[in-house]
């Protein structure tokens, strides 16, 4: 049974750095694409980036690009999420996401992911 663990969420000033990490279990992923999502209080759970397992291809959403890097060790099973640049609005509970990859590709929706983890608070104070 897959089970995604999540870790590195923070308090952090605006500008700053964090590394979260979303430690997999219970298939090689080959695969899977796996993703970030995040939610603010009163809003939407929205689309940060996604990874294809295998080939490593990611995927950001507009307001990340440049800032966030998303990455996997496929030794470790773990996926990161480096986020730069920081800003207050980025405040979120984040939640790692993983799905078997399908035809249509790459999903941005909550919908097209099948295991979730518990999600991690991230703070940007400004």
């Known amino acids: 049974q897959v089970q995604l663990v999540e870790s590195g969420g923070g308090l952090v000033q605006a500008g700053g750095s964090l590394r979260l990490s979303c430690a997999a279990s219970g298939s090689t992923f080959s695969n899977y694409v796996m993703g970030w999502f995040r939610q603010a209080p009163g809003k939407e759970r929205e689309f940060v980036a996604a990874?294809?397992?295998?080939?490593?291809?990611?995927y950001y959403a507009d307001s990340v690009k440049g800032r966030f890097t998303i990455s996997r060790d496929n030794a470790k099973n773990t996926m990161y999420l480096q986020m730069n640049s920081l800003k207050p609005e980025d405040t979120a509970v984040y939640y790692c996401?993983?799905?078997?990859?399908?035809?249509?590709?790459?999903?941005?929706?909550?919908?097209?992911?099948?295991?979730w983890g518990q999600g991690t608070q991230v703070t940007v104070s400004s």
């Open positions: 990874i294809k397992w295998g080939s490593g291809s990611p």
């Open positions: 996401a993983a799905g078997r990859i399908r035809f249509t590709g790459v999903s941005t929706f909550a919908s097209g992911y099948d295991y």
